[in-house]
């Protein structure tokens, strides 16, 4: 398979054709046309991106796209730059005007780093195990809680020990912020109270899931701090996060888990989030299960397309941290 550190390899020759692109982009933009020429340009730049996007062209069809489109991004630029700033001594009108352009540029600047972000992403394949489960690295499962109910919290450890994995190479954890010894010695006695039952509630789910209870002194630096007092009381290779509503599949370990013996420098397996139920937005205008969510524009394609740069954001959850490049 073909792992990060072999992709860097390559990485310089695609900056250098990049910033090739740019420049010849960039002096095509700046080259004076009539009007007529501008809108043949234009138009036959946009018949050729719709073809591109109907046939579902992809590979070096995807930079021929974003090409074209940044070519007629920057000649609109070039012209409102050029030819429609009012006179420099029309200050009630030269001002505005200006503050207008900087916004525009702003924003086409963002969607430059954007494209320049996605124009190639990873299609990345699970990385396979050996078959010598001895070679396997070990996996901590991080699951922090502070108020979720024991009932939500039973669901997540039932299925994180249902991930097929050896039994000697896995250990999970609950680690419950709220139930720490400052809330169960609160001055306040209801507050006391509560969390001394969260605290024993919790211990015993987890005596009879056979998972590990961890608590803390304090809830100090909330779900980060969380994190890091468990860090020194665990010892597994890699450390699995999973928020406390977030249940995994059976096969996840399996197909996530070998990245780090093909790459010894890798910190981070982010994988993508699903949801089983509506956000605020997709409730309101009834899409829900009828088209993608916002965060499936994220994950199949930021992530991926920050992955060609290796690089990925940490999303809190359902991530893999090498717990080498951690301490």
């Known amino acids: 398979m073909t792992t990060r550190f072999q992709r860097n390899k390559t990485a310089w020759p695609t900056r250098l054709i990049w910033l090739g692109l740019a420049v010849f982009m960039c002096a095509v933009a700046a080259q004076p046309v009539g009007l007529q020429s501008q809108a043949t340009l234009g138009l036959v730049g946009l018949v050729v991106m719709f073809a591109i996007y109907l046939l579902r062209l992809g590979g070096a069809f995807r930079i021929v796209m974003i090409s074209i489109g940044g070519l007629l991004i920057f000649r609109y630029i070039w012209w409102r730059a050029t030819s429609t700033m009012p006179p420099s001594d029309e200050l009630a009108n030269f001002i505005p005007g200006i503050l207008l352009l900087a916004a525009e540029v702003y924003s086409v600047t963002m969607l430059a780093i954007n494209l320049f972000v996605v124009s190639d992403p990873i299609e990345r394949k699970p990385a396979p195990l050996p078959a010598d489960q001895s070679k396997w690295p070990s996996v901590d499962v991080y699951v922090p809680s502070y108020n979720e109910s024991a009932q939500l919290l039973s669901a997540t450890l039932a299925a994180a020990k249902n991930m097929q994995y050896p039994a000697d190479k896995i250990q999970i954890y609950l680690l419950d912020d709220g139930g720490t010894a400052a809330k169960r010695n609160a001055t306040d006695a209801n507050a006391r109270a509560a969390a001394m039952a969260r605290h024993k509630e919790l211990q015993d789910l987890c005596a009879a899931l056979d998972v590990q209870y961890l608590t803390r002194a304090d809830n100090r630096s909330a779900k980060a701090g969380n994190l890091n007092a468990a860090f020194p009381r665990t ?22 888990a070998g990245f780090f013996l093909y790459n010894e420098r890798l910190f981070l397996v982010q994988t993508p989030h699903s949801f089983v139920n509506p956000d605020p937005l997709e409730r309101n205008l009834d899409t829900f299960e009828r088209m993608p969510a916002e965060n499936e524009m994220f994950y199949s394609m930021v992530q991926k397309g920050l992955d060609k740069w290796n690089a990925s954001f940490f999303c809190g959850s359902a991530a893999l941290l090498s717990r080498k490049a951690l301490a």
């Open 235 to 256: 010892k597994g290779d890699i450390i699995l996060v999973l928020d406390a509503d977030h249940a995994p599949v059976q096969d996840f370990l399996l197909k996530t």
